[in-house]
């Protein structure tokens, strides 16, 4: 094992994402977090792992130290098993091939929906975001892993604007409004990793990384949170998951 202060935060997160993904999946990802964990798995546990790009991207295979900084990028395309329009990528998660979205955002609620799109008064936002690409569909349609720094002004009780759909506003609502498929599956963030409750579909933490407390957690969270009773203490990553991860990025784009 590797000691709580040898790797970073965005480390963290990439290794508790690849341990979440699964051998014979297809993952719609996106770049950064979601990408290194995603080849990261591919490399230690699920071979048979299929990564997809909104730009039409199916299978790439990712080279170590040539990461692609948008999912538009030349190198996305290396060895994949096909490249498509983005139209008919998205077509395969209307018809139900995707497994999971990976994506992170800006903001995130208790009912695990999504901004990317601004921040403050939508007439005069003090921050604006990227915007939604192809979110909104793959948060429509996928069970959703998120992986974000945990900070109070990230993890708000409702997002200023939603751009990715999570739970919409809790319960039943998600399916009410159309919306039968997929949903918010887990959180990941550097203090540990979150789940949502069956019936109130709010936000819960089901394990905790070493050190963490359930008190810091809530203290950095603009809601309140729910706690598994007996709640899990995460495994830190392993020096084998430390060094396929940093052969990956060894110019530390994403994970510095």
Known sequence: MSSLESYTASELLAVMSSRLLKDGQVVFAGVGIPLLAATLAQALHSPGLTILFEGGVIGPVIEPGK???STNEQRCTKRANMVL???????LLQRGYIDI????GAQ??????LNSSFIGDPAHPKTRLPGTGGGNDISSLTQMIVAMK???RRFVKAVDFVTSPGFLRGG?????????AGGMYRVVTDMGIFGFDDVTKHMKAVALHPGVTPAQVQENTGFELEFESGIEVTEPPTERELAV???LDPDRLYIA
Do not use: Y
């Not at 979205?101 to 992170?104: D, K, L, P, V």
């Not at 039943?172 to 039968?180: D, F, I, K, P, V």
């Open 85 to 91: 329009s983005s139209t008919d990528v998205l077509l």
């Open 150 to 152: 945990h900070e109070k």
């Open 172 to 180: 039943t609502t998600r399916s009410e409004a159309g919306l039968t």
């Open 108 to 113: 995130i609620d208790q009912c695990g929906n």
């Open 245 to 247: 991860l940093r052969n």
């Open 101 to 104: 979205g990976f994506m992170g």
């Open 67 to 69: 990461l692609p900084p």
